[in-house]
Nanobody
Framework: QVQVAEFGGGSVQAGESLRLSCAASGSIDGFVGIMAWYRQAPGKQRDLVARINRGGSTNYADSVRGRFTISRGDAGNTAYLQMNSLKPEDTAVYYC????????????WGQGTQVSVSA
């Protein structure tokens, strides 16, 4: 089995920064092809925030581009989300998504970490 865990969330004021971390562990039968961050606010869908693939190519939601940066650890099983210039609209539960590539690519999700931004 594969476990995914996020940490680094918290409560901050608008304009401040947070750095989220994600780690995939366990029996990874294949390799971690994609790591991504999603977020979900109450009553809303879970939306993609940022994504990074095995080659380092990244994608960002328009709402966070220029403020957030996703990166990946050298081992390939960790990901980070540096969040700068946080806004109240960034308030959500942030989830780490891990896609393990093999004959049957599989998505794994963390439990989520709360980010709260107050004005």
């Amino acid at each position: 089995q594969v476990q995914v865990a996020e940490f680094g969330g918290g409560s901050v004021q608008a304009g401040e920064s947070l750095r989220l971390s994600c780690a995939a562990s366990g029996s990874i039968d294949g390799f971690v092809g994609i790591m991504a961050w999603y977020r979900q606010a109450p009553g809303k869908q879970r939306d993609l925030v940022a994504r990074i693939n095995r080659g380092g190519s990244t994608n960002y939601a328009d709402s966070v581009r220029g403020r957030f940066t996703i990166s990946r650890g050298d081992a390939g099983n960790t990901a980070y989300l540096q969040m700068n210039s946080l806004k109240p609209e960034d308030t959500a539960v942030y989830y780490c998504n891990v896609v393990v590539f093999n004959l049957n690519p599989t998505n794994y999700w963390g439990q989520g970490t709360q980010v709260s931004v107050s004005a």
